[in-house]
């Protein structure tokens, strides 16, 4: 299977806890978005990065949030200090750019559903 | 801030029948995706539609996209309970900023 992966697919924690995630995007994707839904809304943008660069960061990425991607393959999401509202689903995408910089379609992984009690 | 708003939000239509979801979003953008999310799962790309005028079907499903109104429309045609699940349309930026998504319930 090609596509995007993501792991854990579950996660529940205690408040407070700190919870990381993974991400790896198709392989010749060099663009990867991280997006948080909750429950009857739809997906929220969190943070993109294109290789190793994080680009942008959403007002929603609080400073307990934190992402990377080290050699522009993988990603990891962390969340430290775990809260109630953080309770949703991490939803990962990858896409590829052309030379001029055009943005070609985001693909989704399953997502990492995390509950936190 | 780029604002993307769908109706309606819930939508129960009997098998057979027709109907058209609504997605008007705020700034000007000349690409616009449509997903469907079934209960606990991921999103499924349904289509991409790329310029003014843009129209492409698949099967029960029809998207349009009119860039000048800031309106994409997906039509369903003689719906059938597979159909049932949560669409959301979304505009791409940097980044996909998505509809509010309208549920969608088919009754047999």
Known sequence: DTGVSQNPRHKITKRGQNVTFRCDPISEHNRLYWYRQTLGQGPEFLTYFQNEAQLEKSRLLSDRFSAERPKGSFSTLEIQRTEQGDSAMYLCASSSTTGTGRVYEQYFGPGTRLTVT | ?108
């Open chain 2, 1 to 108: 801030e780029l604002k993307v708003e769908q109706n309606p939000l819930f939508l129960s239509m009997q098998e057979g029948k027709n109907y058209t979801i609504y997605c008007n979003y705020s700034t000007t953008s000349d690409r616009l995706y449509w997903y469907r999310q079934d209960p606990g799962k991921s999103l499924e790309s349904l289509f991409v539609l790329l310029s003014n005028g843009a129209v492409k079907q698949e099967g029960r499903l029809m998207a349009s996209l009119d860039t000048k109104a800031r309106l994409s429309t997906l039509h369903i045609t003689a719906a059938v309970h597979d159909l049932s699940a949560t669409y959301f349309c979304a505009v791409d930026g940097e980044k996909l900023t998505f509809g509010t998504g309208t549920r969608l319930t088919i009754i047999p």
